[in-house]
Nanobody, 118 residues
Framework: VQLQASGGGLVQAGGSLRLSCATS????????MGWYRQAPGMQRELVAK???????NYADSVKGRFTISRDNAKNTVYLQMNSLKPEDTAVYYC?????????????WGQGTLVTVSS
């Protein structure tokens, strides 16, 4: 199973970016999918998560600015980021919880860098 994240880049404050993360390989079922980020010198933190049914939750710092969505047919999760701020600068990682037999295992993408200039 592989997760391939894309869409990062350099953007000015106030701008927008859309991240995508496609899951490929031997997939039975995907439960939750999410985005995390890690800024330099900081711990990785949750940005947003979405369940297989479409329920979402967000970090307080991104509520109202970021929107997570998923396409179950494509096994892909998206993160629409609007009104970006310099403090959103980080490496963004996607994560997926896959059903494997009687267990759920989490997989991670390689990360995509988002840089927001002031």
């Amino acid at each position: 199973v592989q997760l391939q994240a894309s869409g990062g880049g350099l953007v000015q404050a106030g701008g927008s970016l859309r991240l995508s993360c496609a899951t490929s390989g031997s997939i039975l079922s995907i439960r939750n999918m999410g985005w995390y980020r890690q800024a330099p010198g900081m711990q990785r933190e949750l940005v947003a998560k979405i369940t297989s049914g479409g329920s979402t939750n967000y970090a307080d710092s991104v509520k109202g600015r970021f929107t997570i969505s998923r396409d179950n047919a494509k096994n892909t999760v998206y993160l629409q980021m609007n009104s970006l701020k310099p403090e959103d600068t980080a490496v963004y990682y996607c994560e997926a919880d896959l059903v494997e037999g009687f267990r759920i295992r989490d997989y991670w993408g390689q990360g995509t860098l988002v840089t927001v200039s002031s």
